[in-house]
């Protein structure tokens, strides 16, 4: 058990051009969430998926965003045009819901700068 | 609205006290509240988990508690390190899934 794991950990970017990031969650964990952070504030939901399927996208998610889980195994979340109101920590998060506590283990994050 | 608070202001206490922190929530009804540890650029750390049918509930020098009547769960941090010198946030199930929303968090510094 690796843990979560996402890449880039910092991506410094130009306003007005796409970025990627790559969550790998933990192998048994059939969910897999997206949250979003900046400074002092918590964690704030964009959105999940059980295995391959989207289940939720936070209203707070803009169509420049869009998140994929191809194979409900590893996922992506792009953000494309990006403005400087994108800049953030991005966070996953997985789960194993036969727990039933919801207990989320996160990764150590990707944090985006938008210039 | 629904809202997480927590204590707006950070935490300063003296090694070997204890650190008490709050969250209060607005229009939830959760089934259980969690807390997680955070440290600076790290994803949050979970702790503690406490249902809805629980009054405490203690990991090593960590308690919690959790009043559904007030709407509050108090943290506390017993006989506190330098090492506990972390952001602490509270999060909350929406019942109807496993989504979690959270509060902004409190920052402990324990000075030795």
């Known amino acids: 058990d690796t843990g979560v794991s996402q890449n880039p950990r910092h991506k410094i970017t130009k306003r007005g051009q796409n970025v990627t990031f790559r969550c790998d969650p933990i192998s048994e964990h059939n969910r897999l969430y997206w949250y979003r952070q900046t400074l002092g504030q918590g964690p704030e939901f964009l959105t999940y998926?059980?295995?391959?399927?989207?289940?939720?996208k936070s209203r707070l998610l803009s169509d420049r965003f869009s998140a994929e889980r191809p194979k409900g195994s590893f996922s992506t979340l792009e953000i494309q045009r990006t403005e400087q109101g994108d800049s953030a920590m991005y966070l996953c998060a997985s789960s194993f819901p036969r727990q039933n506590t919801g207990e989320l283990f996160f990764g150590e994050g990707s944090r985006l700068t938008v210039l | 609205s629904q809202k997480i608070e927590q204590n707006s202001e950070a935490l300063n206490i003296q090694e070997g006290k204890t650190a008490t922190l709050t969250c209060n929530y607005t229009?939830?009804?959760?089934?259980?509240l969690q807390w997680y540890r955070q440290d600076p650029g790290r994803g949050p750390v979970f702790l503690l988990l406490i249902r809805e049918n629980e009054k405490e509930k203690r990991k090593e020098r960590l308690k919690v508690t959790f009043d559904t009547t007030l709407k509050q769960s108090l943290f506390h941090i017993t006989a506190s390190q330098p090492a506990d010198s972390a952001t602490y946030l509270c999060a909350l199930d929406s019942r109807s899934d496993y989504k979690l929303s959270f509060g902004a968090g409190t920052t402990v510094t324990v000075r030795a």
């Open positions: 998926f059980q295995n391959e399927a989207q289940l939720e």
């Open positions: 229009n939830y009804s959760p089934a259980y």
